[in-house]
């Protein structure tokens, strides 16, 4: 990829602590040569306990803005000069703007997600009921999105209940019809809440480089030819948590359309261009 960086380029780029494999730069950088853009996007490389430093460095340095990414979603808030409300509600940012000097976070991860479920698998989440794997910053935002569109039921499950407790609490508050329950990720209730379930989601980190081996769920026999299943993941593009589903004739999603809908709406935040989603999530898919 050819890129002619001057003085007047603009900066963006993404902050993470596990990058390598991410596929944000390759994506910006594409839509950056194909709008003839002035910006060059870079990965951040960022030790949990350099985050604040990193974070100040984008006023210091004039960054344009950048994408937050696991797992610092949740943890960048508290750095930053203002965030919009739905991000607020959610508690978990994967967008910085920085407009001379002011970084303001946002969650574009909402969208992404809605749309993925639209667009690719063709889903309708009013009255629908969801079993939703994790509670990390990423479950917070699926969580928000589903209780946007009037979900019936969300059962969240989690290695640590109580941050799995605290995303009912919040986001109770600001929807209260909602029917939110939470679980220790363990079978027993797992089993249930899935024979019922019509959305089964991933938002672990579990099968993810380097253990491409993990799964979130006990037993692959939990699936079934009705669960829509979604992993937020798409390197692997196939996890096995994936694979496994597949196997058992449910519909699959990876993490890839919901990366190329949020990635897109923060492009539009630095730059004010929107490109067509479908044109390029089919570029990604044929230069990945
Ligand atoms: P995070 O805030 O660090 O949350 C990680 C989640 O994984 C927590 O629920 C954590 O449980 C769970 N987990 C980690 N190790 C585990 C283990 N050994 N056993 C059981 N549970 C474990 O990360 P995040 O930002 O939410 O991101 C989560 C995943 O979503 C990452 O793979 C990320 O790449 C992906 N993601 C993809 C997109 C996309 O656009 N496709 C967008 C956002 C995120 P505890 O609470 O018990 O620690």
């Keep these: 990829m050819k890129k002619n960086i001057n003085g007047k380029t603009k900066i963006i780029g993404v902050i993470g602590k596990n990058i390598e494999n991410s596929l944000s730069p390759l994506f910006h950088n594409q839509i950056i040569l194909k709008y003839s853009l002035n910006f060059c996007y870079l990965p951040f490389q960022v030790a949990e306990t350099d985050l604040s430093k990193a974070i100040q460095g984008i006023k210091a340095l004039n960054i344009r803005g950048v994408n937050i990414t696991f797992p610092y979603k949740e943890k960048a808030i508290k750095f930053l000069d203002e965030v919009e409300e739905s991000a607020r509600r959610i508690g978990a940012v994967n967008t910085i703007v920085n407009n001379k000097g002011i970084l303001t976070g946002y969650n574009t991860d ?11 698998g063709k889903f309708i989440i009013k009255k629908k009921k969801a079993v939703i794997l994790g509670a990390g910053g990423a479950a917070r935002a699926v969580v928000y999105a589903l209780l946007e569109e009037e979900i019936e039921e969300i059962c969240i499950f989690n290695r640590t209940l109580e941050k799995a407790k605290i995303i009912k609490q919040n986001l109770s508050s600001f929807f209260p019809k909602s029917r939110i329950s939470v679980f220790p990720l363990e079978e027993e209730d797992l089993k249930d809440k899935i024979e019922k379930a019509h959305l089964l989601v991933n938002t672990t980190s579990l099968g993810m480089p380097p253990r491409v081996d993990n799964t979130p769920l006990p037993d692959e026999k939990l699936f ?63 230069i990945t």
């Design 224 to 286: 079934h030819p009705d669960l829509l299943v979604y992993d937020l993941i798409y390197h692997p593009v196939r996890t096995l948590f994936l694979r496994q589903a597949e196997k058992a004739r449910a519909k699959i999603i990876n993490g890839l359309p919901m990366l190329v809908y949020q990635g897109i709406e923060s492009f539009h935040l630095w730059t004010g261009l929107k490109p067509e989603g479908k044109e390029v999530l089919k570029m990604i898919k044929r």
């Design 110 to 120: 909402v969208i992404g997600f809605k749309k993925s479920l639209q667009e690719n």
